[in-house]
T-cell receptor
Framework: RKEVEQDPGPFNVPEGATVAFNCTYSNSASQSFFWYRQDCRKEPKLLMSVYSSGNEDGRFTAQLNRASQYISLLIRDSKLSDSATYLCVVNLWNYGGSQGNLIFGKGTKLSVKP | GAVVSQHPSWVICKSGTSVKIECRSLDFQATTMFWYRQFPKQSLMLMATSNEGSKATYEQGVEKDKFLINHASLTLSTLTVTSAHPEDSSFYIC?????????????FGPGTRLTVT
């Protein structure tokens, strides 16, 4: 089983749509959770951290369910500029001897159309 | 914000040659830097963790003699791909853990696209 699994996508949505991405992780010892955004042929950039209580940043809302080992990202009123690949990332402290190791999902590609 | 640079941004080399990639933290000191590799349509995979002044810790399956990592200062880590082969062609990305912010937050360099012919 993969450590971090995401919806394969691609998600093709019109401008203004609401879109939700899901992610599950396999290691219950995961400590921290993030959503990163990666544009084509570019490095990943942190979009937001994910907290147990859920958190919101403008049009973006992230949720974490530790019991189900499930993370989600909701994008409201999607813009053309939101088109990118969204990476679900977990941190496994002291997992396999690696400190602060980030484990990346394969990502879900989002394409917002006019 | 924390800025990480990489050089070169892209490189083409012949099979059998070595390539050095530099990763610099520009506005902060990074005691820990990470090297990742990403093949097309695949997720980023951690290759090694580099701590300043000590030997790098390599992930399982990554050859330490082929991917030489040096972290001689708090702002610079280098990855040398020795005797590169076409299967080493990939997108290599470094990241650095910033001292401010959350403990686990990492900032990524822009990546180096390596093509071995």
């Amino acid at each position: 089983r993969k450590e971090v699994e995401q919806d394969p996508g691609p998600f093709n949505v019109p401008e203004g749509a609401t879109v939700a991405f899901n992610c599950t992780y396999s290691n219950s010892a995961s400590q921290s959770f993030f959503w990163y955004r990666q544009d084509c042929r570019k490095e990943p950039k942190l979009l937001m951290s994910v907290y147990s209580s859920g958190n919101e940043d403008g049009r973006f809302t992230a949720q974490l369910n530790r019991a189900s080992q499930y993370i989600s990202l909701l994008i409201r009123d999607s813009k053309l500029s939101d088109s990118a690949t969204y990476l679900c990332v977990v941190n496994l402290w002291n997992y396999g001897g690696s400190q602060g190791n980030l484990i990346f999902g394969k990502g879900t590609k989002l394409s917002v159309k006019p | 914000g924390a800025v990480v640079s990489q050089h070169p941004s892209w490189v083409i080399c012949k099979s059998g040659t070595s390539v050095k990639i530099e990763c610099r933290s520009l506005d902060f000191q990074a005691t820990t830097m990470f090297w990742y590799r990403q093949f097309p349509k695949q997720s980023l995979m951690l290759m090694a963790t580099s701590n300043e002044g000590s030997k790098a810790t390599y992930e399982q399956g990554v050859e330490k003699d082929k991917f030489l990592i040096n972290h001689a200062s708090l702002t610079l880590s280098t990855l040398t791909v020795t005797s590169a082969h076409p299967e080493d062609s990939s997108f290599y990305i470094c990241s650095a853990r910033a001292p401010s912010g959350t403990t686990y937050e990492q900032y990524f360099g822009p990546g180096t696209r390596l093509t071995v012919t």
